[in-house]
């Protein structure tokens, strides 16, 4: 991986390899969510984001004969700059129920353990749907990049109405899709003990609580669309049902044609990423002997992973079942 560029747990490891704060949060936040594990995040290079410049197409070049010369050209480049996102959360624990917990900062950490879970549902949410052209809040996620079923890098799988999920292939990597986090901060993670005050209860009454804030900075950039591929339109009401029968699914030659819009030389890094009702469709069908496209590899965290045309699936709960069926561009 490129210098600068680690996964929440080298970033952790990075910063705060005692875990004494930032490492144990950030320890929290990769432990909560698959596709966590999988994000490698870089610094920004602004303090709200990050700007790259991205080619869109390649310069022309010239067949040269001896005392001929040659062509002047350029590639195709355009400047984008991907916004990051403020999340934040507040935990507030009875300062009593502290002190019988010994006062630890161990103790708090676990009460607030749930707001960090939260964080990272939030994030993963926003990689999938984030659209900061409708919500300046928002960073903007992979849907929105693939907006139409006619986009470049988007398969049709054919559904119709409201009920079809998306299914993705990532590349991760600095040249290809990578988180980021402003600049000149800690992984664009901050946690600050608020120390004791009053709270109130809902008659307006006074107790003591201790309280705790944490902010997270994370953002999305793609600095190759061709490293993010995308089949939509997925009808998980049809996803029972059987070669040959009426509305059938054909996820093999779906997710066969989006593999193969990544381009060969980066498939090797690239991650595919589901709902759960298409993850459990693909693990039935894993049980196949036929479907030679779907096995069970390698023993990761206690969990025998499921490979399809031999990239690892990771089940993603933030992608809907829900998606309205994308149409062509206008």
């Not at 708090?108 to 993963?124: L, Y």
């Not at 705790?212 to 009401?237: A, H, M, Q």
């Not at 779906?254 to 980066?266: L, V």
Request: with cysteine.
């Amino acid at each position: 991986m490129a210098e600068g560029v680690r996964t929440l747990a080298e970033w952790g490891q990075f910063l705060d390899p005692d875990k004494k704060t930032i490492g144990t949060i950030i320890e929290l936040l990769a432990q909560t969510n698959e596709i966590m594990n999988d994000i490698p995040w870089m610094e920004g290079n602004e303090m709200a984001g990050h700007t790259s410049i991205i080619r869109t197409d390649l310069p022309e070049v010239t067949l040269r004969g001896l005392y001929q010369g040659v062509k002047k050209t350029k590639s195709g480049i355009s400047k984008v700059t991907d916004p990051t996102a403020m999340i934040a959360a507040r935990g507030e624990i009875d300062i009593d129920l502290v002190n019988l917990n010994g006062n630890s900062a161990s103790y708090r950490m676990q009460e607030n353990q749930s707001f960090i879970e939260s964080m990272t549902q939030k994030v993963a949410e926003l990689l999938g749907y984030g659209n900061n052209t409708l919500n300046k809040k928002e960073f903007h996620g992979f849907a929105p990049r693939y907006p139409y079923k006619d986009s470049p890098n988007v398969v049709d799988a054919g559904g119709s109405g409201s009920n079809c999920a998306s299914m993705y292939a990532v590349v991760w990597g600095v040249d290809a899709a990578c988180g980021i986090f402003p600049k000149g901060t800690k992984a664009g993670i901050e946690e600050k003990d608020l120390g004791e005050y009053d709270a109130y209860d809902e008659n307006g009454d006074p107790y003591r609580v201790v309280g705790d804030e944490y902010k997270w900075f994370p953002g999305l950039t793609v600095k190759d669309w061709r490293c993010v591929s995308r089949v939509c339109n997925i009808d998980v009401t049809k996803l029972d049902l059987s070669p040959g029968d009426s509305g059938y699914i054909d996820l093999r030659k779906a997710t066969i044609k989006a593999k193969n819009k990544i381009p060969g030389t980066k498939r090797s890094r690239m991650i595919w990423y589901c709902p759960e009702p298409v993850m459990s469709m693909l693990e039935m069908q894993a049980g196949d002997p036929k479907n030679v496209h779907l096995r069970y590899g390698e023993w990761q965290d206690s969990k025998n992973v499921l490979f399809l045309h031999g990239r690892p699936v990771r089940q993603v709960d933030a992608l809907l079942t829900t998606e309205t069926a994308l149409t062509a561009a206008p």
